[in-house]
Nanobody, 119 residues
Framework: QVRLVESGGGLVQAGGSMNLTCAASGSFSRIGDMGWYRQAPGKERELVALIVTADTTNYSDSVKGRFTLSRDIAKNTVHLQMSSLNPEDTAVYYC?????????????WGQGTQVTVSS
């Protein structure tokens, strides 16, 4: 079983910054792609940022230049640094990771953490 534990989130004023962290634990041989998605009320879940290789991170156009995703491979952890936040960034943020378990790759999600940006 693989568990994704998210931390961070909360309330911040527009223009402010916030950091989210996601740590993977459990029985796996390797963590592959790892990152964050978000879902605002009444909207579909969407990509925020996802590290796919050591040199490649995919960002949503709406967060490029404002959010930075980094990874600590040794700790199976990703950190999302969010700056210049605006009310449109308000959503539940979900960590996602692909893990190799007994030779097969599975997709895992965290429980979600609320980010609220006040105007």
């Amino acid at each position: 079983q693989v568990r994704l534990v998210e931390s961070g989130g909360g309330l911040v004023q527009a223009g402010g910054s916030m950091n989210l962290t996601c740590a993977a634990s459990g029985s796996f041989s390797r963590i592959g792609d790892m990152g964050w998605y978000r879902q605002a009320p009444g909207k579909e879940r969407e990509l925020v940022a996802l590290i796919v290789t050591a040199d490649t991170t995919n960002y949503s156009d709406s967060v490029k230049g404002r959010f930075t995703l980094s990874r600590d491979i040794a700790k199976n952890t990703v950190h999302l640094q969010m700056s210049s936040l605006n009310p449109e960034d308000t959503a539940v943020y979900y960590c996602k990771a692909y893990a190799n378990v007994l030779g097969s790759v599975y997709e895992y999600w965290g429980q979600g953490t609320q980010v609220t940006v006040s105007s």
